[in-house]
Structures are given as C-alpha cells and as structure tokens.
C-alpha cells in the first residue's frame, strides 16, 4: 500500500480541491442540488477543510440530479482536465455511481487490479434512490442492493475473499455479463423513482447506516459550508447527519486509525515540476525545476547596463530611432502588452475566485463575457489562519455580496477621479 508523505497529501488534496470547484461550478450553473458529505462534510465542520489523513472526496445528489449532472457533463464539463466516469462513459467500470477523474494522473485501488477500467485520482458522486416507507417493502429493497453490489464486487471477492464458500460464491457471479449488472442498477432506480419517500439511500454503497435510508431532509435542506477557501453545499442539519454517521463525531479516532480509506498499490500525481520555471531577480539564469533544459537560445541581444537603467533607455532609444531603421527592443510593446494582460488575468483570477467558475475573457472589449448580471461575489478582509491539529486551516472573515459584474468592470477599467491641472504657461 502507498504511504503518503505530508508534501504527496498536500498534492493530493490539492487536485481533489480543483475537481470539487469544477463539480460544484457545473451544478451551481445549472441550478443542480447537492451536498458534500461523510468525510468531505466532516472536515469542512471540524476545520473548514480537508481531514489530514483524508485521500478522496465525497458528493451525494438524489438520483433526478444525478441523472441530469450526468447530462450536461456531456457538453460543460472541461473534458482537458476533468472526466466522468460512470458505466455510460467507460464500457469496463463496474460501480453503480460515478467518479470524477483528474486526467492525467493515475490511482491504482488496492487489489482492485483485474478491473480494466480508467483509473486517476477521484471524487466520488453518489446518486441517492427512494427507500420504501414500508417495513417489508424496505427489507426486500436491501436485499436487492445486497444482490447487484455482490455482482459489481464478484471480480474482487473471487480472488481476495478469505472465506471459501464466499470465494466460490464470487467465483460464480463473476460470470454475470456488466450488461446484466446495469439492468439490476437501474431497476432499483427506478423502482421508487416517482414517490417521495421519507428515507433515501446510496443503491451501490453498504452500511448499517445506508441500509437505514438517510432522511430526506437532509439532501432537500442545504446550507454553504467552507472548506479550503471555497464554499460547497452541505446538509442544514450536519450535526444530526454527522452525529448519524459517526456517532460523537468531533472525538479524534485514535491515531493509529488516521489513514486513507482507499489503499492504493500505485499513485501518480500531476506533474507539475516539469513546467515550473524558477529565475532570479529580472529573470535572470531561469531554469526548470525537473532540471529539463529546453532548446531555446540563452540570448538574443545584450543590452548595454540592462540592470542599471539600460532597460530603460534602450525603450527611448527604440523611440528616438526613425521607424524606417529602429532596432525594435526586446520587450516592445507587441510583446510586453499581452504579457502585462497575463499578469492582470492573474490579479483578477485571484480577486473573481469566489465565484467557483473558468472566467471567459474577451480581450478586445475588455470585458469577462460569462459573469451573469444578477452573481454576487464576497471577498476576504482578514484570512484568520491557523494551525490546527499540525493542518493549516482559515476562518475568514468575509464582505457582504456584492454584484460581481460590476466590481470586476470597476476593476479592468477604474474610474479615477479627476487628475490635476497644471496652470497655463505663461505667454
């Protein structure tokens, strides 16, 4: 099993954080009701955050919202990052809900090896189906689950199951075509579909609990949670949906317990050292943090006292010169124009985060063409960090909304007050 270093979490809830805002930026554009939950919703609680030890994230939506989170994912979600994984998309996965993979990274589940599916590191997004009210109803219910959750599982158990009997039982199931496993997934959503039960519950998922059925309530009443600087959708009555899970679920388990529930035998993080360029002061002897060295020239025209002010006076020279025979800077305006609108785009990413969303810049108008004119948007006035349990954690404290469309137009284009007026020249 893969141990995590401090620094290999870090990343790792870091990508996790990036496929939380863009599941959460889809279903606030599309109006899709949601809640984090389980570990997800108990850190966001206890600390505004990630558990330490925590290695996935968890998102529970009735099965209408599923269906239709699903749908738009087809044309909305950013496919060069991101993709869906459910048995629509990826003709070889075998659960009954879906996964939100990051590309390009790869998360190997212990013994789960046989299973010739996609892999990557994930959020999970559980579809919740009506419980019967019914005690008898209820029961034979659980028994169907029980049933298709053996068969998604007959592959795994048939190799690592102890028990022998069991191992046979496995070895049987494994048989049955993912064809027929479908079937058996979408009966049960169907089953109860146009009632409105009390209880609901994950079809694909185990538990005392689950076998419960989650109160409905909880996935209808909702409020906003913090949770590493952004703002997710939890149940209003986290204390009794937590207190349901876990029991006194703000006493720490013991320490040897604080380990990642999904053991993987292989992870591969982004890469992101391949691409980090560190440089001295005015970007002097740049180099690649992986110690690539890319073919490029190491100079293209030296400028006498370049760090004295020669910059400078080399952009008057290129002013003076007639534009017939200008030796044109290195830097000219062509250049360091789009440049210095990078390093704007980058300001205003920062200032806009609060909305969860991919800002689509039009460059000419000077304007962002996707900032709706009734979106609000608050902004950090004090961080309040911390070190919490040897986590970094925030509580900060925020402005009252404000109309997101005009504060970032006040932004790009600041109304200055008038400037002052040197007096006439004299005559």
Known sequence: MVKYTDETLKQLHSTILEMLIEFDRICRKYNIPYIIESGTLLGAVRN????????????????????????????????????????????????????LLRNNTV?????????????????????CDNVPDKFIA???????????????????GAKYESNKIYRLFYKILSHNSLAYIRKLYDALACQCLDENTKRVRIVAWSSKREN??????????????????HY?????????FLKFIYGNYM?????????????????????????????????????????RV?????????VPKAMNGGHEMDWVRACKESPSSRVMPKSDFSEAGPMNEMVAMVVLAILLQGLNKTLEWDGANMRFTNIGDDETLRTVIKDGFKIHNGHPSFDKTWTDPVNAKAFAEELIKHNYREGWKLPDMPR
């Open 107 to 127: 998360f190997n589940r212990e013994k789960q090896e046989m299973l010739e599916m996609k892999r990557g590191l994930f959020i999970d997004i559980f579809p």
């Open 251 to 291: 006493k720490l388990p013991p320490i040897d317990q604080r380990i990642p529930h999904s053991p993987a035998t292989y992870v591969r993080l982004l890469d992101v050292t391949n691409y980090t360029l560190i440089c001295g002061c005015y970007g002097q002897n740049p180099w690649l943090l992986s110690g």
């Open 212 to 229: 419960e059925g989650f109160p409905r309530k909880w996935m209808e009443d909702r409020i906003e949670y913090e949770f590493e600087g």
């Open 232 to 240: 997710f959708w939890g149940p209003q009555d986290s204390d009794g």
């Open 48 to 99: 505004k955050g990630f558990i330490e030890w925590d290695d996935d994230a968890d998102i529970k939506m009735l099965r209408k919202d599923y269906n239709k989170f699903c749908e738009v994912c087809e044309k909305d979600l950013d496919k060069n990052r991101f993709f869906l994984q459910n048995y629509n998309t990826d003709k070889n996965y075998r659960w009954g809900y879906a996964k």
């Open 138 to 156: 209820k029961k034979i219910f659980s028994l169907k689950c029980f049933w298709v959750r053996k068969n998604s599982y007959a592959p795994v």
């Open 294 to 302: 890319p073919n490029a020239p190491k100079v293209c025209r030296r």
